[in-house]
């Protein structure tokens, strides 16, 4: 009997000798325990790449070290001492020195090192955590993101004891006079992330000047940002920084602005782009320093809205888009070497490619694509990165600046996997809403095999604004299920991202409509041009929007007779009620915008796709999961969703995960939710 390894325990698995593990699919535990590679810095004459490398032990615990190779290829060595975990690395303008924070010495500090190796260096000694940082260009000084209390200032040692005081009240209310009460996973204790800047010397820094001060908003800003927000001006004496000020307005505000600072701390911060109400991020210095690169968003309220690429005189104050013909979003900015190209990414029809975009002209160049590419650094006249696939996680690429090949320097998943056989995929089109084209992508099982037919996994994306194309997740992958033997589909609907800003738009306010036509008319498609896709065994699962579609899907979506187009759904942290979610989240710009405005000025729009206002109809087993920890759709979401369909009697399950927030992060979480997901599919379509 052939042992299907998904469905054994963990320790099993590992156990289980390598000839019986070969000629097999994808796992959540070959998933876990790949080691996973990430933030490339390539040095400035272009002849040594570091990056990240994150590995895990028999007991799934992780840990991360710093590791060189020569650009050209060939053995990489680490260079962070075994027993240090370490992230955020950089190099020293001579590339000599390397540059990262770990928590060895028991708090979060910033060491340097030699890039030979040796013993790391500390470079600050504070009260406080070191959340992020950014040299300046001299290499004499460094800005440092901390969490401290506004009303201590500087006084690092202030916030330290404040700290320390509130682990020792004996009571437990917090009084709150505003909201952010709670944002993304994690209750407000009064605390800002602020900018300051240290020197570096001979010995670590025990203090630091604050230069965010005269703004009262988070940098970097919370949950997700880092000092990719935040830019030294060339000479070292000037920073500009991305902050939305903080106050009541906050959580339905989306209006970051760009602040020129003095690097010493002096003189009052100015607002450069206070003529701007949307969100302006990612400051780029020019390599003269006149000017700054930054990109831009034009509506308000909207967190989706085109990155527009934008220059500032910043002499004159002038600003121009750089590239206004080019309609796409780029994920970050990185300035060539002579200062006259951008390099970005951008969700570009279902990929993720690698574009140059020169600043004279605006002419877009696309320099490398297949899969999803990130992470960029320039020097010696390459360019390093990662890209990553519907096959493989990330790896690290280098490549020339101007184009041309691309070399890999860390492993595949399938390297790394040699026992694996991975689902090949394909992308298709078909007709959507408004007979307009959209695309999406089929996944074949592991084990395809010509004229037999599989069961399929309808995997339906979140954001809206999102995309489920050629890249890797450690979330929702789709090679775990074709790794089970199922297929897999997903459909890019009206609101995914790469394929115009128009598309993008087409969601707002239509929640219930539009995607669900997409879904439906390229569910019919992909049966009709695959016919390897059995559409009679087949269950949708989503996660925050597309755990809204499957709600929506339960009593919206139904063949000719009635009967369900699914025999199984899985929602995970998904939308139910639409009005009660339009105020018990968090960040309220993103439901005012989606919506059209608040639940009491439109309350027809909230409740015009509301999933609640239809559980009268739902008949479709589901599986529900929802975490504790989860504040953007919080857990009464899901509490209500598994409510109503055991109050339906309808076949149900809820997982529920006390620690996770709106992702499921933990290994051994992850390994159970696989589990439950599998083996909810396999109740329900068999294998």
């Not at 700290?163 to 993304?184: C, P």
């Not at 809205?305 to 796409?328: C, K």
């Not at 090949?424 to 395809?448: A, H, L, R």
């Amino acid at each position: 009997m052939k042992l299907h390894s998904a469905l054994l325990p963990l320790a099993l698995l590992c156990a289980l000798p390598a000839a019986a593990q070969t000629d097999r699919g994808f796992t959540v535990e070959d998933m876990v325990r790949l080691d996973r590679y990430s933030a490339p810095q390539i040095s400035a004459d272009g002849q040594t790449v570091i990056y990240l490398r994150r590995t895990v032990n028999a007991e799934l615990k992780a840990s991360t070290a710093l590791w060189a190779v020569a650009s050209q290829g060939g053995a990489a060595r680490q260079i962070s001492p075994a027993g240090w975990s370490v992230n955020s690395p950089s190099l020293s303008a001579d590339g000599k020195t390397v540059y990262f924070l770990s928590a060895k010495q028991g708090s979060m500090q910033l060491y340097a090192q030699s890039l030979a190796g040796g013993t790391p260096r500390a470079l600050t000694d504070l009260p406080l955590d070191v959340e992020t940082y950014k040299f300046s260009p001299t290499g004499d000084a460094v800005a440092l993101g901390l969490a401290v209390y506004p009303d201590c200032g500087a006084d690092l040692a202030c916030s330290k004891q404040r700290l320390e005081d509130a682990g020792k009240q004996k009571t437990s209310g917090v009084l709150y006079q505003q909201i952010f009460v709670r944002h993304w996973d994690t209750w407000a204790d009064g605390r800002m992330n602020r900018a300051f800047v240290a020197r570096v010397g001979d010995t670590p820094a025990k203090d630091a000047v604050l230069v965010s001060g005269g703004v009262a908003g988070n940098i970097p800003s919370k949950p997700f940002g880092d000092f990719s927000d935040l830019a030294f001006s060339p000479d070292g004496k000037q920073l500009v920084m991305s902050i939305r000020e903080a106050g009541r307005g906050e959580p339905w505000s989306t209006n970051f602005d760009l602040y020129l600072v003095n690097a010493d701390g002096s003189g009052q911060p100015r607002n450069l782009t206070q003529a701007n109400p949307a969100w302006d991020g990612g400051p780029v210095f020019s390599t003269d320093g006149k000017k700054l690169y930054y990109w831009a968003m034009q509506r308000p309220k909207f967190e989706a809205d085109r990155h527009m690429l934008t220059e500032m005189n910043l002499e004159t104050g002038q600003v121009r888009e750089v590239a206004p013909s080019w309609d796409r979003s780029a994920n970050g900015i990185t300035l060539s070497e002579d200062g006259k190209t951008i390099y970005a990414s951008a969700d570009d029809m279902g990929q993720r490619p690698l574009f140059a975009i020169d600043i004279a002209t605006g002419q877009v160049r696309k320099l490398a694509e297949g899969g999803s590419i990130g992470n960029i650094s320039a020097g010696g006249g390459k360019l390093a990165f990662t890209r990553n696939s519907l096959k493989s996680g990330d790896q690290i690429v280098v490549m020339p600046a101007a184009g041309g090949n691309a070399r890999a320097l860390s492993p595949s998943a399938a390297e790394q996997q040699p026992a694996v056989r991975f689902g090949d995929f394909e992308q298709f089109s078909f007709k959507g809403w408004n007979d307009e084209t959209v695309y999406g992508y089929v996944v074949k099982p592991w084990n395809y095999q010509p004229g037999q037919r599989y069961p399929v996994a309808f995997l339906i994306h979140g954001g809206p604004q999102g995309s489920f194309g050629n890249g890797w997740s450690y979330r929702w992958n789709p090679q775990t299920y074709a790794g089970q033997g199922y297929a897999v589909v997903m459909i890019d609907f009206h609101g995914s991202t790469g394929y115009g800003q128009a598309f993008t738009d087409a969601i707002s306010g239509h929640w219930g409509d539009r995607p669900l036509q997409d879904l439906q008319k390229g569910w019919a498609a992909a049966q009709q041009q695959y016919p390897w896709l059995d559409g009679d065994r087949a269950c949708a699962l989503g996660a925050s929007y597309g755990g809204f579609m499957t709600n929506w899907i339960a009593g919206n979506w139904f063949n000719a007779d009635g009967s369900a187009p699914f025999r199984c759904l899985v929602t995970h942290n998904g939308v139910f009620d639409t009005r009660s979610m339009g105020l018990v989240t968090e960040e309220l710009w993103f439901t005012e915008w989606e919506m059209g405005g608040t639940v009491w000025e439109k309350p027809e729009n909230y409740e015009r796709f509301n999933p609640a206002r239809h559980i009268g109809k739902w008949q479709t087993p589901m599986l529900v999961v929802g975490g504790q920890n989860d504040f953007r759709v919080p857990i009464d979401q899901s509490l209500s969703a598994f409510t109503a369909l055991q109050r339906r009697g309808i076949d149900s399950q809820f997982l529920y995960f006390p620690d996770e927030n709106h992702w499921v992060l933990k290994s051994h979480n992850s390994v159970q939710w696989h589990h439950t997901v599998n083996a909810w599919l396999a109740k329900h379509l068999g294998k």
